[in-house]
């Protein structure tokens, strides 16, 4: 019997059996995501009819005498020769190919990606005198920037579902400048995100310079400044958050501004509502803070105290909204937090509240709540409905990875990073009152065996669904979730 008022309310008979388990450890894990030995693969220069130069490189070399130790494919088509005609990975790919061909006389051409840029353009960057028109902010649904879980895979998943636009995951200014990989491969878009914008955090010339880079080299539609992310990653490196705690966002906005001059690019900023004291930040964003010049302020409503816990404050993001119109202030205005059912956000919608919206968490746990949204009717996808959606997303993680099994595996372990989030959705038929955000999951039964699967919170059903999309796990894998009361996946024979 649910008796819990932070309980999710299922009808009767959906309620699963309490099943009394030992309370598991918390905090978090030392190292998460997946582990396997890892077999011989083929060196790309191989693949690519080239002669390998590396003086260290560990990969074969030997086409025949590879093939005499590699494991069978799996009994799944090639992916990449089903949707393009032509595998790269030719020798290395898992998955089974036809009379052994790796490309067909019919094949396609494979997009590439945008602001796929070389290290040494940032490195030796001369101007261009590119320019970029202003970006409208308003009346749009945004993705929130969500590092590890916003990749390029799951913004691509979330524009099939009418996201109107994406952006890249916070990106560290000094490790752009220093032409650090990671942070370069984070500007790269899908064709399919068509507005799209570049989050930076850092110091003042760290943005600045940036900024110039970025506005010569790469499309988007906007530059936005972090200054909201409470986590020690950015504070630590006096970023995030810590920009707003140390009174610099004007500064920084200021510089980033400058930056843009002669590119025209558009840009915004991110930060919170109040501080680490829990203090609120209103009127020194609305007096001290905001330049004329910038274009949109993205305010998430909880303070830097709060983390990511508890609920979003709307009062006081409606508060700004109001304190903004009061000092005539003309920039967009969106708001960020806990959005989730369709009655709360029409609610926010018709009285104001803010000019745009941004949907974090709420479109981790259901991507198509952007659908749902616009067109002002909830959805109740069948198991079979959301696992033709999920082959999507594993396709989409396959493709940016690769099909060899390094890249496999890592289509697996993004996948797996997104499900943490996926498996916490409830099905509309099964509610008897509507789901929020920050609402506790029971166990239920769903109105299938698949439904009840996807609905696991068990690491090992998770585990489960990616070998229906990625084929078996391979001998001696390893998952362990981020927080070790979920509990991991060991040893898979």
């Not at 309310?9 to 309490?18: F, R």
């Not at 391979?474 to 070790?484: A, D, L, N, S």
Request: contains cysteine; aromatic residues 10%; glycine residues 6%.
């Amino acid at each position: 019997m649910q008796e819990d008022e932070h309980d999710v309310k299922l009808l009767p008979q959906y309620v699963a059996p309490i099943v009394m388990k030992e309370k598991g450890e918390l905090g978090m894990n030392e190292w998460h995501g997946i582990k396997y030995p890892q077999k011989p693969q083929i060196c790309q220069s191989v693949i690519k009819g080239l002669t390998c130069n590396r003086k260290f490189c560990d990969r074969m070399h030997d086409v025949d005498e590879y093939l005499k130790i590699k494991e069978a494919p799996l009994d799944i088509p090639c992916p990449f020769m089903a949707h393009y005609g032509f595998c790269d990975a030719k020798w290395n790919c898992i998955y089974k190919h036809e009379n052994n061909e790796f490309e067909l006389p019919d094949k396609k051409e494979r997009p590439a990606y945008i602001n796929n840029v070389p290290f040494k353009l940032i490195k030796d960057f001369q101007p261009t005198g590119k320019k970029h028109e202003k970006f409208d902010f308003k009346g749009k649904l945004f993705l929130a920037p969500m590092c590890t879980v916003g990749t390029m895979p799951f913004r691509r998943w979330c524009k099939d579902f009418e996201c109107d636009v994406t952006c890249s995951e916070m990106i560290f200014a000094r490790d752009l400048l220093n032409c650090q990989a990671p942070e370069i491969a984070k500007l790269r878009r899908h064709i399919s995100e068509d507005k799209f914008g570049i989050q930076l955090t850092g110091n003042a010339f760290e943005l600045k310079k940036s900024v110039e880079i970025l506005s010569g080299l790469c499309e988007f539609e906007y530059i936005e400044l972090n200054a909201a992310c409470p986590q020690d990653v950015a504070v630590k490196r006096k970023c995030g958050f810590q920009i707003a705690q140390e009174n610099k966002i004007r500064n920084s906005v200021e510089h980033m501004l400058q930056g843009a001059l002669l590119s025209s690019a558009s840009i915004s900023l991110k930060t919170r509502i109040g501080d680490f004291q829990g203090d609120s930040r209103l009127q020194q964003l609305v007096s001290k803070d905001i330049p004329k010049s910038l274009n949109n302020i993205t305010l998430h409503g909880r303070t830097a105290k709060q983390r990511y816990q508890r609920s979003a404050d709307w009062q006081k993001l409606q508060e700004f909204q109001e304190l903004k119109q009061e000092n005539h202030q003309q920039l967009n205005f969106t708001a960020n937090g806990d959005l989730f059912n369709i009655d709360t956000f029409k609610q926010f919608q018709d009285n104001g509240v803010a000019d745009s919206f941004m949907i974090g968490r709420g479109a981790l746990v259901k991507p198509w709540i952007f659908k749902e949204f616009k067109h002002g009717q909830e959805l109740d996808p069948s198991s079979s409905e959301r696992f033709e959606w999920l082959k999507n997303f594993a396709w989409y993680c396959t493709e940016y990875f690769g099909s060899d099994r390094i890249g496999n595996e890592k289509a697996r372990e993004q996948f797996l990073e997104n499900y943490v989030y996926l498996c916490r959705y409830v099905p509309t038929g099964l509610l008897a009152a509507k789901q929020e955000i920050n609402q506790r999951n029971i166990a239920f039964i769903g109105r299938d065996e698949l439904e009840t699967l996807m609905g696991s919170q068990s690491p090992a059903d998770w585990v489960k669904i990616t070998e229906m999309l990625f084929g078996p796990v391979p001998e001696g894998f390893q998952y362990q979730p981020k927080h070790r009361s979920k509990g991991k996946v060991d040893n898979r024979e």
